[in-house]
């Protein structure tokens, strides 16, 4: 066994992440690609245990479970905001909150789904964030309000990632006007991901 770990940093993320026993993580249906998810996994390890990562728009838990993969390994949590609603998605609006509950069983010690609101819950959550990556509704308005309740929680030299930067414009601008003041330095595009390090600031 130990000569397999040794091993396994040579190996490809996902098959890295397969033999780690997070297999199921890649069967759930999103809108991510492989190249967003395995991001994800790869930011989120980069931080000390004991971490906190939020996620803003979790939908059928397939982001959550790469969150989570890493979170496992490092000893860290992931808070899930959602109304798993469905409101915004193409498909209409449902109650998705018992596929995600299903499809997260493997990371339920990391888990903790905050059902509600994004601003409703950001004014009652006081633990300073690691990471946080935003995939809730992607309008400018509503992207703005994301970033204005939960921005300014975000810990000095934390990441902020957002999601379906490369073709909504309302992220794009939101970029523009609140991210990139508080940047340490140029953020990165990858795919349809903007992610970035930020200073400490309300």
């Known amino acids: ?3 397999l ?4 940093k040579y190996l490809p993320w996902e098959v890295n992440l397969y033999l780690r026993g997070h297999g199921p993580c890649f069967g759930i249906f999103t809108h991510l690609t492989l190249e967003e ?3 994800l996994y790869k930011l989120t390890r980069k931080f000390d245990h004991n971490s906190v990562i939020v996620e803003i728009g979790s939908y059928l838990g397939a ?3 790469f969150l989570a993969a890493a979170a496992k390994e490092n000893k860290s949590q992931v808070y899930c905001v959602d109304t798993w609603m469905n409101e915004g998605m ?3 609006t449902r109650d998705t909150y018992q596929e995600f509950i299903s499809n997260t069983t493997l990371y339920q ?5 905050l059902r509600g609101r994004s601003e409703d819950i950001a004014k009652e959550f006081d633990n300073q964030i690691d990471l946080l990556f935003l995939d809730g509704d992607h309008s400018y308005k509503s992207c703005r309000a994301d970033v204005e ?5 975000v ?4 990441i902020i990632i957002l999601h379906d930067y490369g073709w909504s414009e309302g992220v794009q601008k939101v970029v523009r006007d609140m991210v990139k003041p508080r940047e340490k330095k140029p953020g990165l595009e990858m795919s349809n991901l903007y992610w970035t390090r930020v200073k400490a600031g309300s």
């Open 1 to 3: 066994m130990k000569e």
């Open 5 to 8: 770990a040794a091993h396994l």
């Open 37 to 39: 998810k395995l991001l």
């Open 63 to 65: 982001s959550t479970t």
């Open 90 to 92: 193409t498909e209409g």
């Open 109 to 113: 010690q990391q888990i903790y789904p």
């Open 149 to 153: 309740s939960w921005l300014p929680k």
């Open 155 to 158: 810990k000095n030299g934390g």
